[in-house]
Structures are given as C-alpha cells and as structure tokens.
C-alpha cells in the first residue's frame, strides 16, 4: 500500500482542481522533474479514476539514476518509452501527451509547481537573520576558528566591517554594465570550459604574474577563458596589456581599495579583493559557467582542467585540503572548482549575502557554510593532496612532482619559489618588468624578501 506521505501529499495536490484526468497529474509531474514512483502513480489513478484500470512498474513510468532530483547537476532526465504504453493499452490520447517527454530535461530546480511546492527539498539562498551563524544551538562546535558572538546570534553585533561591506557591494552593483562587457566577450566561447577568475591589486601582480609566466613557459592557454578583478587602474593596465579579460575597476571610484601588499592574508586590502572576486564568481555561476576560483599565488605545473571536468562529475564544490581540524577548515579556499547548478548557485549567493560578517577570514565563513545544517545537500569533496598541493613543510617534497598545482601559502613567497625552482617571473619571461618585481628593490639586496 501507498505510504500516509505519499497519500496526504496526492490529496493535498488534488485538492480543489474538481475533475482531474490522472494522465494530466502523472505528465505534469514528469514535465516538472518529479520522479513519479509506481505507488504514487497508482494512488493518483485511484484518486482521479475511481478503479484501477491499469498496472505500472516504476521503470515503465520514468528511468532516472536517482529518486532524488536534487542530486543531479540539474534536474533530472526522464527517459520514456512509448511502446510500454501501447502494451499495457493506453489511450492513444495519453501516448500523445507523453511523446514530448521522450529525453526532455525538468524545468529548474527552483521552479515551482501548479501546486505550489517545490521540485527538489532545496532552501532558498540565506539571509544574515535567517543563516543564524553565531548561533550555538545551530551551528557544529570546534575548538577555535570559529564564527562566535555571544550577544548576537546573527553575528552582525560583532561585525566591525559591516557598514563598510555594504558600501562596497553597493558600489559593485552599481557597476554591473562594465562587467557585462567582459562576461559577454567571454562567454562568447561557449561554455563547455571552465572559466578561471582571480583577483589582484598592484601589490600582488609579481605573484599573478609568476603564474602566468609559469604557464606560458609550460605552453597551457590560460589567457582566452581568465577574468581578471583588478582592484586598482595600474591593475587594469597591466593586465590588460598581458593579453587577460579584465574587468574595469569603475567600482574603485566609489570604495578605495589599498594597493600595497604586506605578505600576509587578510591584511590591508586583502579581504575586499576576496569579496569582490567572490562577487564574480557568483554572477558567472548565475550565468551557467564552471568556475575555477583561485589566489594568485598559485602555480600550474600541469593543466588540471581536464583532470577536474572529469572529476567533478555529480560533484558541487571542490577544494584541496586545509590539514586543520578547527573552524578553518577542511577546505582550503585558495583554489575552488564550483560546478554552476542550482545547489552550488544558492550556496554561493547565501555566502556573498554573509561577507558582512565575515571579518578578515573568508576561509573560516567558507567552511562554517558547508557545515551549516541548510546546506547538506550540497556535495563537497577534497582534491587529493598528491595532485593539488601546498608548498608547506615536508609534505612539498613528497608532492612536488606529482602536483598538477602548487599553493605558495604563508609568508616569503618568492624566496620560497626560487628554492624550488618555481620562480618563472624573471628575466627570462617576456612579461617580466623590474618595476613589478618587489624583490628586486634595494632595500631587499642581501635579505630575505618578505614578499
């Protein structure tokens, strides 16, 4: 017999639509991506049909790789067969009404229905008041590293930046046009690749730089499909000039961004260039693009785009591992591969909705969120180490030629660089400037350069 839930929520769909044909039920609820089960098919000809005039097998109604929409990349593919129909004796009026369906995909996952429920059991993106992030009868308690104010379980008491984040994503939604222009270009390729965004300011470009000049020495095509979020004008030129998509800094008019760069995460500009790269990588998402978002401090030793295409099938989100155990972690959110589907779309817009909250640790809100109880479903994996890397301790030696990618993290970037041979911003690289090079100033002749 057909489970109570499965009863109550037929009727309730029923309800008020008088005399119902239950081809049109069962149809509808095909078009819009629900998996119609062989119960819920026989309880819905009960309920329209009186008797039962026919049998159904699951797989005669609908084949899916799954009975829960909600874990597909979009909503699910119904594959229908015509012929099963015609043996049980179906009206020729209902084989009509399905033959559409052959291999037609369900509407979007955030559609909702005649009956006004949604297709798949997703939330709508968070609010700051909604997401409750300092809220300790809610949120998975770790040792350190984590989101906390006590007097506020919305976090936004204890938000010192809050009022200047909100100046800055007002002043990014106001230059939405001279963004248009560079997403429109690129996206002009199509989008079966992945786009590569990164954000910089002037202080940074010697460590873009050395990833692009990496690339160019090992022949990976990087330039075509990159968008560059400059935060200054010097940014823009530069980048302009090295051949990338960078998208004017009109928005600097409004928010200053400091330009200088002290060696270390999280200080001086370095929170709003993340929140303004994540800004980005949100309106591409929108826009149906794989994103790979990354610092600039990477290195590619080989191309790991083929590599993550395949992997990151009936995957969302994935990241390499931050070897840490507290509120920092697992995910490193120095390099991120976001596939663009409705899960991965909320998600993202849900942590642009907090970056009010977030203080200088963007890494700490990233990883509180996949945690958070609303987001489960979404399907997030760690990269393995052997193939995405940090140049950290002894495990670089052990992953050094191995890696597809290299994580320069913490500080003395550039010394640490030439140690390993993986320092290709130099004379030798036909984008190399002195006047880009921080390390090469005098005052850093015969000591440890701290950038």
Not at 29 to 54: C, E, F, M, Q, S
Not at 60 to 78: E, K, M
Not at 225 to 254: A, L
Not at 338 to 351: A, E, I, P, Y
Request: with cysteine; aromatic share 8%; net charge positive.
């Amino acid at each position: 017999m057909p489970g109570r839930e499965e009863g109550d929520d037929a009727r309730r769909r029923l309800k008020g639509l008088g005399r119902t044909r239950w081809w049109d039920v069962i149809t509808h609820d095909l078009r819009i991506g629900r998996n119609v089960t062989w119960k819920k098919a026989v309880l819905i000809i009960l309920l329209t049909a009186g008797p039962l005039v026919l049998l159904m097998g699951g797989n005669a109604i609908c084949n899916s790789s799954s009975t829960d929409p909600s874990l597909h990349d979009g909503p699910s593919r119904h594959i229908l067969s015509p012929g099963i129909y015609h043996l049980f004796g179906l009206p020729a009026q209902v084989i009509r009404t399905l033959q559409p369906l052959i291999n037609e995909r369900g509407k979007d996952a955030e559609r909702m229905d005649i009956w006004g429920y949604k297709s798949v059991g997703l939330v709508k993106p968070l609010t700051i008041q909604e997401a409750r992030m300092c809220d300790p009868k809610s949120r998975i308690v770790l040792e350190k590293g984590m989101m906390d104010c006590p007097e506020d379980p919305t976090c936004i008491k204890c938000a010192e930046d809050a009022q200047q984040t909100y100046s800055l994503m007002r002043a990014w939604n106001e230059s939405r046009q001279s963004r248009d222009f560079v997403y429109e270009r690129i996206l002009s390729i199509g989008k079966s690749e992945e786009i590569i965004v990164m954000a910089v300011n002037s202080g940074m470009l010697h460590l873009w730089l050395n990833w692009v000049c990496g690339c160019d020495e090992k022949k990976i095509e990087v330039r075509r499909n990159t968008i560059m979020v400059p935060t200054d004008y010097k940014s823009h030129k530069i980048i302009s000039e090295s051949g990338f998509n960078s998208i004017e800094p009109t928005w600097t008019k409004i928010f200053h961004v400091n330009p200088k760069y002290t060696g270390k995460a999280g200080r001086g500009g370095h929170a709003w260039i993340n929140n303004v790269h994540l800004y980005t990588i949100v309106e591409l998402v929108d826009l149906g693009c794989n994103i790979i978002a990354q610092d600039v401090d990477m290195i590619w030793q080989h191309d790991p785009r083929s590599w993550l295409r395949h992997t990151s099938s009936g995957r969302d989100i994935l990241t390499p591992l931050a070897p840490r155990w507290d509120g920092m972690g697992p995910a490193n959110t120095g390099f991120m591969y976001f596939k663009s589907n409705m899960r991965v779309r909320w998600f993202l817009k849900t942590l642009m909705n907090l970056t009010p909250i977030k203080g200088s640790s963007d890494q700490c809100l990233f990883n509180a969120l996949l945690k958070h109880q609303k987001f489960r479903q979404v399907h997030f994996e760690i990269l393995p180490t052997s193939l995405f890397t940090m140049m950290a301790g002894n495990q670089f030696s052990k992953t050094r030629e191995t890696a597809l990618v290299v994580h320069v993290i913490s500080v003395r970037k550039t010394k640490r660089m030439k140690e390993h041979s993986l320092h290709f911003f130099n004379s030798s690289c036909k984008l190399y400037s002195k006047e880009l090079d921080p390390c090469s100033h005098i005052k850093f002749v015969g000591k440890d350069c701290p950038l």
